[in-house]
């Protein structure tokens, strides 16, 4: 069961000093002065973090009922540098995603959409959906892309969500639709990319409020239907 903030600790926005940790991590870049300072980092970031998440949470029930026995996933500070150019040993910014229910036993992983929130130097944003499909996922919903009922309907709603200032998002995206696809099919775009996500960024400030969390609740809930419409399709 996750972890649920009390009520006398609630998300009151990721401090000027949290931005500062994260700009001297960067000038320093070294095991030493991260362990000097790993009390700051969890004081400063991760805990505003687990306070954000744990509040979206229990605003996001009604919408995603499973969303409330899940356990968010946090992202290691640390950088996995084997196969990296940049070998800087650490990350800028505080990372955890969220499946919107629990998994059911064998299920695969890439077919349970979720939440993903980010903060610090490299980005402030809310994403939602599916950042990457293994390949039998990918098949399955490139096909349902092409379906002459569905295709149309996960188009309009990324499309509408898109006018709102969503940004269409995946790990992988081709330069040309895939075959045996044509390259003018309606669905082109999507077909291209290898997982379906979808991120927004707040407005400058936001998140050191905290209305932030009221600003990502309202956008979780306006792009709910996308992510029903993966859930009930790809599970």
Not at 22 to 51: I, V, Y
Not at 130 to 155: K, Q, T
Not at 196 to 223: C, N, Y
Request: glycine share 6%; charged share 30%.
């Amino acid at each position: 069961m996750a972890t649920v903030a009390s009520r006398a600790e609630r998300f009151s926005g990721f401090s000027d000093e949290a931005i500062q940790f994260f700009l001297e991590l960067q000038a320093e870049q070294n095991r030493t002065w991260f362990k000097a300072h790993q009390d700051d980092f969890l004081r400063l970031c991760r805990r505003p973090l687990e306070l954000l998440v744990s509040e979206l949470q229990e605003r996001l029930v009604d919408v995603h009922p499973g969303v409330a026995e899940v356990e968010p996933h946090y992202f290691r500070i640390q950088r996995d540098t084997r196969f990296a150019k940049d070998k800087a040993p650490y990350k800028t910014n505080v990372a955890a995603d969220l499946p919107i229910r629990p998994r059911g036993e064998g299920e695969d992983q890439h077919t349970t959409p979720g939440l993903y929130l980010s903060f610090g130097l490299d980005g402030e944003y809310v994403a939602i959906g599916a950042w990457h499909m293994a390949p039998e996922v990918l098949a399955h919903y490139r096909s349902l892309l092409d379906d002459r009922r569905r295709g149309p309907e996960i188009v309009g709603i990324v499309r509408r969500l898109q006018a709102d200032g969503w940004q269409l998002e995946a790990m992988e995206k081709l330069k040309r639709v895939p075959p045996p696809y044509a390259q003018d099919h309606l669905c082109a775009e999507l077909l291209k990319h290898k997982g379906l996500a979808l991120s927004i960024q707040p407005e400058e400030g936001l998140s050191a409020t905290p209305a932030f969390v009221d600003w990502a609740e309202a956008r979780l809930r306006d792009a709910a239907p996308m992510v029903h419409w993966l859930d009930h399709q790809l599970s």
